[in-house]
C-alpha cells in the first residue's frame, strides 16, 4: 500500500507540474507547441518509411529484378528520409532558440522571487541552497520548460510509432511481439532503479554543488584577482576547490558504482532479444511461413517496437524524475500575522501542488489588520511529513523531542528527553556506521544494534 500511494504521489506530482508550466509557457511562446506538433508528425512517420519500403526492395531482387521498380523504392526511401531529417533539424535548432527564451523568463521569475526575500534570509544557508537549487533545478536537474516537455513530445511520437509496428507484428508475427514484450518488461524495470538511483544522485550533489560552482567559477573570475592577491586568498581557495571538487568526484563514482550492475543486465537483456527474434523470425523463413523481404520488415519492426518501447518508458520515467524535483514541504508555524509576500508565495506554491502543514492553524492578521486567509489551508500534517523523515523513534516517553539536520559531513540526528525521569529510547535510521555523540561527556560510541 505504501509504495503504490508513494508512485500515485509520484505521477500526481508529475501532473500538477506539466500543469503549472503549460499554461505559463503557452502564454509566452505558443509557437513552442506548435514546433513539438510537427516534430511528433515527422518523427512518427520517418521510421516507416524503411519498414514498408525495404521489404519491396527485398522481394523485388529475389523476384523479377525490375530496374525501374528498385530505382524508385530506393529514390522514395533516400529522399522522404532526407526531407525528414532536414525538417527534423529546423525544428530542433528553432526550440533551441525557444529553450533559450524560457531560461531568461524563469531566471527573472526567479531573480523577482529572490529580490522579495526577507533581509534576514539574504545570508541564511537553507535560503540560498533552495535558491541554487531552484536554479539548478531549471537549467540542469529538469531542462526547464524544454526539458519536461520534449519529454513529453517524445513520449506522444514513440506511442504512435508503437501502434503502427504493433499492427505489422501481431498480422504476421504474434509470437515475436511476445519475446520483445517481456525482455521490455525486465528493461523497463531496470530503467525504473536507474531513475531511482538518478534522482538520489542530484538530490546528494546539490548539498555541495552551490559552493563547488562558486569556487571554481565565480571567484576565479579574472575581477577578482586583485582581491585575492591583497588578502592572500589564493591557497584558501585552492585547498576549498580541491576538497569540494574530491566531494564532487566523490558522488560521481557513487552514481556510476550504482549504475555498473544495472548497465550490465540491460545489456543481457538485449542481447537475448536480439537472439530470440533472430532465432524466430529464422524458423518461419525456412518452413516458408514469411518472405525474405518479411524476414528483414519484421526484424526492423522488432527494433523498433523495442527502441519505441524502451524510449516511451524512458521518458515516461524522466518526466517522473525532472517533475519531481519541484515539491517539498512547507510547515506553517504558530504566527498571528504574515505580510502580503508570504500569503502570496503560500498561495502559489498550494496552486502548484505543494504540501502545507498549519502548526498552530491560519494567522489572524495580514500586515496588521484583520484577514480570514481563505487562500491558505493545509494539504497535508505533521503526522504525514514525520511519517516521511529518514528516522523512526519509540519510546513511551512523551517528553522525547528530535530534530534531524543534514550537513556536508554528514547527517546528524539530536535526540533530547525533557523529562526528569529516565527513557529508553530505540532510534532507527538507514546509517551503516551510525555513532552516538553524548552531549554531557562530548564522547562518541558505537550504539547497541
Not at 530503467?191 to 562558486?214: H, T
Not at 589564493?234 to 569540494?244: S, T
Not at 548497465?263 to 538485449?270: E, R, T
Request: charged share 20%.
Amino acid at each position: 500500500m505504501k509504495k503504490s500511494a508513494e508512485k500515485k504521489n509520484t505521477f500526481d506530482t508529475a501532473i500538477k507540474t506539466i500543469k503549472y508550466f503549460f499554461p505559463i509557457a503557452c502564454k509566452a511562446h505558443k509557437g513552442f507547441f506548435f514546433c513539438g506538433i510537427s516534430g511528433i508528425i515527422i518523427t512518427a512517420l520517418t521510421p516507416f518509411i524503411a519498414i514498408m519500403i525495404s521489404p519491396m526492395i527485398i522481394d523485388e531482387l529475389m523476384g523479377e529484378r525490375d530496374i525501374q521498380k528498385l530505382v524508385l523504392y530506393a529514390a522514395a526511401i533516400v529522399l522522404a528520409e532526407a526531407l525528414g531529417m532536414l525538417a527534423s533539424s529546423i525544428i530542433s535548432i528553432v526550440i533551441e532558440k525557444y529553450d533559450e527564451k524560457y531560461q531568461n523568463l524563469f531566471s527573472e521569475r526567479m531573480s523577482k522571487r529572490v529580490m522579495e526575500l526577507d533581509f534576514q534570509h539574504t545570508e541564511d544557508k537553507k535560503a540560498l541552497d533552495q535558491i541554487n537549487l531552484a536554479r539548478e533545478g531549471m537549467s540542469w536537474y529538469s531542462g526547464g520548460v524544454v526539458g519536461i516537455f520534449q519529454q513529453v513530445f517524445t513520449a506522444v511520437t514513440q506511442a504512435v510509432i508503437i501502434i503502427g509496428v504493433m499492427a505489422i507484428i501481431l498480422t504476421k508475427a504474434p509470437l515475436l511481439f511476445l519475446i520483445t514484450a517481456v525482455l521490455l518488461a525486465i528493461n523497463a524495470f531496470i530503467r525504473s532503479k536507474q531513475n531511482k538511483i538518478d534522482i538520489e544522485f542530484y538530490s546528494r550533489l546539490a548539498k555541495s554543488n552551490r559552493i563547488f560552482g562558486y569556487l571554481g567559477w565565480s571567484l576565479t573570475d579574472f575581477r577578482y584577482g586583485k582581491d585575492i592577491r591583497i588578502y592572500g586568498a589564493a591557497d584558501m581557495m585552492a585547498n576549498k576547490w580541491d576538497d569540494y571538487n574530491d566531494k564532487q568526484i566523490k558522488e560521481w563514482k557513487w552514481n556510476a558504482d550504482k549504475h555498473m550492475p544495472l548497465n550490465l543486465l540491460s545489456d543481457i537483456s538485449g542481447a537475448a532479444r536480439d537472439f530470440g527474434s533472430y532465432f524466430y523470425l529464422g524458423i518461419l523463413a525456412i518452413l516458408g511461413k514469411i518472405t525474405i523481404g518479411a524476414f528483414t520488415q519484421l526484424l526492423s519492426a522488432s527494433a523498433t517496437f523495442n527502441s519505441s518501447m524502451n524510449n516511451l518508458i524512458n521518458c515516461v520515467q524522466e518526466i517522473i524524475k525532472r517533475t519531481n524535483y519541484a515539491y517539498e514541504y512547507v510547515v506553517l508555524p504558530e504566527t498571528y500575522d504574515l505580510d502580503r509576500s508570504t500569503l502570496r508565495l503560500l498561495t502559489e506554491f498550494l496552486a502548484q501542488g505543494g504540501k502545507l502543514a498549519l502548526e498552530h492553524g491560519k494567522p489572524s492578521f495580514l500586515e496588521g489588520e484583520p484577514y480570514d486567509f481563505a487562500e491558505i489551508y493545509a494539504t497535508t500534517t505533521e503526522e504525514e511529513i514525520f511519517s516521511s523523515v529518514p528516522y523512526r523513534i519509540e519510546t513511551s516517553s512523551k517528553g522525547v523531542r528530535s530534530a534531524y539536520r543534514k550537513a556536508e559531513t554528514g547527517d546528524f540526528l539530536y535526540v533530547v528527553n525533557t523529562e526528569k525521569e529516565t527513557a529508553d529510547i530505540a532510534v532507527t535510521c538507514p546509517s551503516a556506521y551510525p555513532l552516538l555523540f553524548d552531549l554531557e561527556t562530548l564522547e562518541t560510541s558505537v550504539p547497541r544494534m
